[in-house]
Protein backbone atom coordinates (compact mmCIF):
# COMPACT_ATOMS: atom_id res chain seq x y z
CA UNK A 1 0.00 0.00 0.00
CA UNK A 2 1.52 3.34 -1.15
CA UNK A 3 0.67 6.02 0.61
CA UNK A 4 2.80 8.44 -0.64
CA UNK A 5 3.10 8.11 -4.82
CA UNK A 6 5.19 10.02 -6.97
CA UNK A 7 4.06 8.96 -10.46
CA UNK A 8 6.69 10.32 -12.76
CA UNK A 9 10.05 8.44 -12.23
CA UNK A 10 11.91 11.20 -14.60
CA UNK A 11 11.27 15.13 -15.78
CA UNK A 12 13.70 16.10 -17.84
CA UNK A 13 14.03 20.14 -18.45
CA UNK A 14 16.19 22.90 -19.99
CA UNK A 15 18.31 25.08 -17.88
CA UNK A 16 16.38 28.42 -17.31
CA UNK A 17 12.82 26.26 -17.51
CA UNK A 18 10.65 25.90 -14.81
CA UNK A 19 10.82 22.04 -12.94
CA UNK A 20 7.03 20.88 -11.97
CA UNK A 21 7.49 17.29 -9.47
CA UNK A 22 4.26 15.86 -8.39
CA UNK A 23 3.21 13.64 -5.13
CA UNK A 24 0.14 12.20 -4.68
CA UNK A 25 -1.06 10.84 -1.07
CA UNK A 26 -3.66 8.75 0.30
CA UNK A 27 -3.66 9.16 3.99
CA UNK A 28 -5.87 12.22 4.82
CA UNK A 29 -4.10 12.16 8.31
CA UNK A 30 -0.91 13.12 6.92
CA UNK A 31 -0.50 16.56 8.13
CA UNK A 32 3.13 18.08 7.19
CA UNK A 33 4.65 17.12 3.74
CA UNK A 34 8.62 17.53 3.07
CA UNK A 35 10.76 17.00 0.01
CA UNK A 36 14.38 15.55 0.44
CA UNK A 37 16.85 15.57 -2.84
CA UNK A 38 19.58 13.10 -3.04
CA UNK A 39 22.31 13.14 -5.51
CA UNK A 40 24.39 9.83 -6.31
CA UNK A 41 26.34 7.97 -3.54
CA UNK A 42 25.10 10.45 -1.24
CA UNK A 43 22.10 10.21 1.33
CA UNK A 44 19.05 12.53 0.41
CA UNK A 45 19.15 16.26 2.05
CA UNK A 46 15.98 18.49 3.10
CA UNK A 47 15.00 20.62 0.95
CA UNK A 48 11.83 22.27 1.93
CA UNK A 49 8.31 21.27 3.41
CA UNK A 50 4.78 22.63 4.46
CA UNK A 51 2.40 22.20 6.88
CA UNK A 52 -1.22 21.17 5.80
CA UNK A 53 -2.63 24.87 7.47
CA UNK A 54 -0.75 26.33 4.60
CA UNK A 55 -1.15 26.11 0.62
CA UNK A 56 2.23 27.39 -0.55
CA UNK A 57 5.21 27.57 0.86
CA UNK A 58 9.12 29.70 -1.03
CA UNK A 59 12.51 29.39 -0.34
CA UNK A 60 14.22 30.85 -2.81
CA UNK A 61 13.48 29.22 -6.25
CA UNK A 62 12.04 26.30 -4.39
CA UNK A 63 8.48 26.40 -4.01
CA UNK A 64 5.78 24.15 -3.26
CA UNK A 65 2.23 23.71 -3.16
CA UNK A 66 -0.35 21.59 -1.62
CA UNK A 67 -4.20 20.89 -2.16
CA UNK A 68 -5.20 19.09 0.47
CA UNK A 69 -8.77 18.48 -0.88
CA UNK A 70 -6.75 16.87 -4.11
CA UNK A 71 -4.30 14.89 -1.89
CA UNK A 72 -1.85 16.56 -4.21
CA UNK A 73 1.59 18.52 -3.58
CA UNK A 74 4.04 19.74 -6.22
CA UNK A 75 7.64 21.30 -6.15
CA UNK A 76 8.22 23.85 -8.55
CA UNK A 77 11.95 24.93 -9.20
CA UNK A 78 12.17 28.17 -10.89
CA UNK A 79 14.44 28.68 -13.17
CA UNK A 80 16.12 25.12 -12.75
CA UNK A 81 19.85 24.68 -12.85
CA UNK A 82 22.05 21.91 -13.73
CA UNK A 83 23.40 21.55 -10.39
CA UNK A 84 19.28 20.77 -9.41
CA UNK A 85 19.51 17.26 -11.11
CA UNK A 86 19.34 14.97 -8.69
CA UNK A 87 16.27 12.51 -7.54
CA UNK A 88 13.78 14.29 -5.57
CA UNK A 89 11.96 12.38 -2.87
CA UNK A 90 8.62 13.23 -1.39
CA UNK A 91 7.46 12.15 2.05
CA UNK A 92 4.55 12.57 4.51
CA UNK A 93 3.98 12.61 8.58
CA UNK A 94 1.74 12.79 10.96
CA UNK A 95 2.22 15.53 13.88
CA UNK A 96 -0.40 14.22 15.50
CA UNK A 97 0.49 10.59 15.93
CA UNK A 98 3.34 11.34 18.63
CA UNK A 99 6.77 12.50 18.96
CA UNK A 100 8.30 10.03 16.46
CA UNK A 101 9.20 11.89 12.87
CA UNK A 102 8.69 8.82 11.12
CA UNK A 103 8.13 9.61 7.56
CA UNK A 104 6.61 7.97 4.17
CA UNK A 105 8.58 8.22 1.85
CA UNK A 106 7.28 8.66 -2.51
CA UNK A 107 9.43 6.28 -5.16
CA UNK A 108 11.39 9.48 -6.15
CA UNK A 109 11.27 11.14 -9.53
CA UNK A 110 14.93 11.74 -11.14
CA UNK A 111 15.29 15.27 -12.71
CA UNK A 112 17.70 15.92 -15.18
CA UNK A 113 18.21 19.74 -16.17
CA UNK A 114 20.26 20.28 -19.12
CA UNK A 115 22.69 23.18 -19.82
CA UNK B 1 30.98 17.84 12.10
CA UNK B 2 31.38 14.63 10.43
CA UNK B 3 27.15 14.49 10.57
CA UNK B 4 25.87 11.09 10.23
CA UNK B 5 28.52 8.87 9.10
CA UNK B 6 27.87 4.74 7.85
CA UNK B 7 30.21 1.79 7.44
CA UNK B 8 30.68 -0.02 5.33
CA UNK B 9 29.70 1.55 2.07
CA UNK B 10 29.72 -1.30 0.25
CA UNK B 11 29.44 -4.86 1.40
CA UNK B 12 28.67 -8.14 -0.27
CA UNK B 13 26.98 -11.40 1.69
CA UNK B 14 26.26 -15.01 1.29
CA UNK B 15 23.11 -16.08 2.03
CA UNK B 16 22.81 -17.22 6.00
CA UNK B 17 25.39 -14.80 6.73
CA UNK B 18 25.35 -11.87 9.55
CA UNK B 19 26.55 -8.48 9.73
CA UNK B 20 26.32 -5.24 11.67
CA UNK B 21 25.89 -1.94 9.55
CA UNK B 22 27.61 1.21 11.52
CA UNK B 23 26.21 4.37 12.40
CA UNK B 24 27.25 7.18 14.44
CA UNK B 25 26.31 10.40 14.45
CA UNK B 26 28.38 13.91 15.86
CA UNK B 27 25.63 16.01 15.94
CA UNK B 28 24.49 15.09 19.63
CA UNK B 29 21.04 13.76 18.33
CA UNK B 30 18.50 12.13 20.43
CA UNK B 31 16.69 10.19 17.34
CA UNK B 32 17.95 8.21 14.90
CA UNK B 33 16.46 5.99 11.98
CA UNK B 34 17.22 3.27 9.62
CA UNK B 35 15.59 3.26 6.50
CA UNK B 36 16.62 0.64 3.29
CA UNK B 37 15.56 2.15 -0.22
CA UNK B 38 15.17 -0.26 -2.96
CA UNK B 39 15.31 0.20 -6.39
CA UNK B 40 12.76 2.61 -7.64
CA UNK B 41 10.67 2.48 -4.23
CA UNK B 42 10.92 4.99 -1.75
CA UNK B 43 12.77 4.85 2.14
CA UNK B 44 11.31 2.83 3.89
CA UNK B 45 11.77 2.73 7.75
CA UNK B 46 13.16 -0.11 9.27
CA UNK B 47 14.22 0.75 12.97
CA UNK B 48 13.83 4.00 15.02
CA UNK B 49 15.49 5.33 18.42
CA UNK B 50 14.42 8.18 20.55
CA UNK B 51 17.57 8.14 22.95
CA UNK B 52 19.92 5.61 24.03
CA UNK B 53 18.13 2.49 25.10
CA UNK B 54 15.14 3.13 24.13
CA UNK B 55 14.16 1.71 20.54
CA UNK B 56 10.41 0.48 18.17
CA UNK B 57 9.87 -0.84 15.17
CA UNK B 58 9.11 1.05 11.85
CA UNK B 59 7.67 -0.35 8.40
CA UNK B 60 9.53 -3.35 7.52
CA UNK B 61 11.78 -4.64 10.98
CA UNK B 62 11.62 -8.02 9.92
CA UNK B 63 15.23 -9.74 9.60
CA UNK B 64 16.99 -6.69 11.51
CA UNK B 65 17.76 -5.82 15.06
CA UNK B 66 18.96 -2.75 16.34
CA UNK B 67 20.19 -1.18 19.70
CA UNK B 68 21.10 2.01 21.10
CA UNK B 69 23.54 1.80 24.15
CA UNK B 70 25.31 5.18 23.36
CA UNK B 71 23.66 8.43 22.02
CA UNK B 72 25.82 8.22 18.90
CA UNK B 73 25.66 4.88 17.90
CA UNK B 74 23.07 2.91 16.26
CA UNK B 75 24.09 -0.03 14.52
CA UNK B 76 21.60 -2.16 12.59
CA UNK B 77 22.46 -6.25 12.36
CA UNK B 78 20.90 -8.39 9.83
CA UNK B 79 21.25 -12.09 11.35
CA UNK B 80 20.40 -14.32 8.39
CA UNK B 81 20.77 -12.22 5.64
CA UNK B 82 18.48 -13.32 2.29
CA UNK B 83 18.20 -11.77 -1.17
CA UNK B 84 15.33 -9.86 -0.35
CA UNK B 85 17.58 -7.39 2.00
CA UNK B 86 19.58 -6.88 -1.31
CA UNK B 87 18.89 -2.66 -0.90
CA UNK B 88 20.52 0.54 0.21
CA UNK B 89 20.81 0.86 3.80
CA UNK B 90 20.57 4.60 5.40
CA UNK B 91 20.93 6.10 8.64
CA UNK B 92 19.65 9.38 9.84
CA UNK B 93 19.42 11.22 13.02
CA UNK B 94 17.37 14.73 14.46
CA UNK B 95 17.94 16.49 17.49
CA UNK B 96 14.17 15.58 18.41
CA UNK B 97 11.21 13.68 17.39
CA UNK B 98 8.58 15.51 15.26
CA UNK B 99 7.57 16.36 11.54
CA UNK B 100 9.35 19.42 12.16
CA UNK B 101 13.10 18.73 12.72
CA UNK B 102 15.04 17.85 9.72
CA UNK B 103 16.50 14.28 9.29
CA UNK B 104 20.17 14.72 8.27
CA UNK B 105 21.43 11.51 6.55
CA UNK B 106 24.23 9.29 6.07
CA UNK B 107 25.95 8.05 2.71
CA UNK B 108 24.11 5.00 2.93
CA UNK B 109 25.70 1.28 2.53
CA UNK B 110 24.61 -0.77 -0.59
CA UNK B 111 24.45 -4.15 0.67
CA UNK B 112 24.13 -7.36 -2.15
CA UNK B 113 23.13 -10.58 -0.80
CA UNK B 114 24.01 -13.24 -3.05
Known amino acids: DQQVKQNSPSLSVQEGRISILNCDYT??????FLWYKKYPAEGPTFLIS?????DKNEDGRFTVFLNKSAKHLSLHIVPSQPGDSAVYFC??????????????FGQGTTLQVKP | NAGVTQTPKFRILKIGQSMTLQCTQD?????MYWYRQDPGMGLKLIYY???????DKGEVPNGYNVSRSTTEDFPLRLELAAPSQTSVYFC?????????????FGPGTRLTVL
Open chain 2, 92 to 104: ASSIAGGSYNEQF
Open chain 2, 49 to 55: SVGAGIT
Open chain 1, 50 to 54: ISSIK
Open chain 2, 27 to 31: MNHNY
Open chain 1, 27 to 32: NSMFDY
Open chain 1, 91 to 104: AASTVKSGNTGKLI
